[in-house]
């Protein structure tokens, strides 16, 4: 069945002025599509967002870092628990399998800044491994080195220098540390990620998820990191026992994560009564975080598919009516030589006007409802070219699988009858 470009043309012109008679009819048929549209759009917005913010978050602990994190708390006796020591770092290198770095991390939270601008900020004091583990570049100057341990030096992130010295260059400056005074010997690359965006579960390998614990993840775009033993006032080798937050390992194996996080947890258990520390990792997170974000999708696509199925309907329903309505001028295109294939292209261009115009109309408001959803919620979206062809494919799918019918209904109507027809 072949149209030339001029039976294309005279088809879409009064697909336009029938459907230019009921405007508000037409309108509210196409609403049930629009609304389906941006649902998708929107929908699939949040969810390719949200995937690369875990991928980006997840990214910055690597996938193949095991970290442990202390817990605290008060034990049975009522006392603190005993936290992670920095002599575990140490232990893991050893007798973790293929594990290649280990690094010890305090994280303190402590008045940082320069002159008059002083801010709560987070330090983080380890060794110069912490930084390879994390994969950390410098944009300017240079990272911490293992000769800087005893040294008042230290690195900062790429926000708190824009915070603290503004546009001049920190390298060499000073900063204070509660009331010490650290020489910047290096600005950090800005690293992707938003840890404020949300903190995910962290991964218990006995089984479970726990809720609510420490994300492992630290921003470091406004952090400063200072060696352990300037912060703490003791190295690791004269302070084995002292007590730190975090342990970092980062292993050859990275499919093995999960396997070599349950070594260090049984290998941190030996010297400990109980389980006063996490154990994340990060590819176990990345798995969560999809597998959250599939229920998401699934529960939002289907409500977008009901609203589309909805609003099909509804085309249906109209163009049924029109083609009771125009009987009498089917005929009369039928008596002056219209063929029945014809008539089932134009009904069929006028659904397919109707659905392709409403799926324009939902791609533009999806993408508005998704840049809202941005700004009001923090919820990071990005609106793919995938999902503007998905939103097009299933705008045209729609327009013909329920346009079909009453196209075909058109065409079979005889030309006598039709001319009868009042």
Not at 105 to 114: A, E
């Amino acid at each position: 069945m072949r149209f030339s470009l001029a039976e294309l043309t005279e088809f879409l012109r009064i697909a336009v002025e029938a459907l230019g008679r009921y405007r508000l009819r037409t309108a509210l048929s196409v609403l049930g599509v629009v609304l389906g549209v941006a649902a998708v759009i929107a929908m699939m917005s949040v969810s390719e967002g949200a995937a690369r913010e875990a991928l980006a978050q997840v990214d910055a602990l690597g996938l193949d870092n095991i970290v442990a994190q202390t817990s605290g708390g008060l034990n049975d006796k009522g006392t603190m628990k005993r936290s992670l020591i920095a002599a575990d770092a140490e232990r893991a290198l050893a007798l973790v399998p293929s594990a290649t770095l280990a690094a010890p991390v305090v994280s303190r939270y402590v008045r940082v800044g320069r002159g008059d601008r002083v801010n709560s900020t987070q330090v983080l004091a380890a060794p110069a491994s912490f930084q390879q583990i994390l994969r950390l570049t410098p944009a300017r100057g240079r990272l911490l080195a293992d000769t800087d341990e005893a040294a008042r030096v230290c690195v900062i992130g790429a926000a708190l220098a824009q915070q603290i010295f503004g546009y001049a260059d920190p390298i060499g400056e000073t900063i204070r540390i509660v009331e010490d005074h650290y020489r910047v010997v290096g600005v950090l690359r800005e690293q992707g990620g938003d840890p404020q965006a949300g903190v995910p579960a962290t991964r218990n390998l006995r089984g479970g998820v726990e809720a609510g614990t420490t994300m492992a993840w630290h921003n470091v775009n406004r952090a400063v990191i200072a060696p352990l033993s300037s912060i703490t006032g003791k190295t690791v080798d004269v302070g084995r026992n002292q007590p730190v937050e975090e342990i970092w390992v980062k292993v050859r194996d990275a499919e093995r994560t999960v396997e070599l996080g349950e070594v260090l947890r049984r290998l941190l258990l030996q010297t400990r009564e109980a389980s006063e520390f996490n154990i994340v990792v990060p590819r176990a997170l990345l798995a969560q975080r999809y597998r959250t974000q599939r229920t998401f999708s699934v529960v939002v696509g289907s409500v977008a598919a009901l609203a589309l199925l909805v609003g099909g309907i509804g085309i249906m329903n109209i163009m049924l009516t029109s083609v009771v309505e125009r009987t009498r001028e089917i005929g009369v295109r039928r008596t002056a030589g219209a063929k029945r294939r014809d008539v089932t292209m134009q009904f069929l261009i006028e659904t397919l006007l109707m659905t392709v115009g409403g799926g324009v109309a939902g791609i533009l408001i999806g993408a508005i409802v998704s840049v809202g959803i941005s700004a009001y919620a923090g919820w990071s979206t990005y609106v793919s070219i995938t999902a503007v062809l998905l939103g097009f494919v299933v705008s045209f799918l729609v327009g013909l699988v329920f346009g079909l019918y009453p196209a075909m209904k058109a065409a079979a109507l005889q030309p006598v009858d039709a001319m009868r027809y009042e």
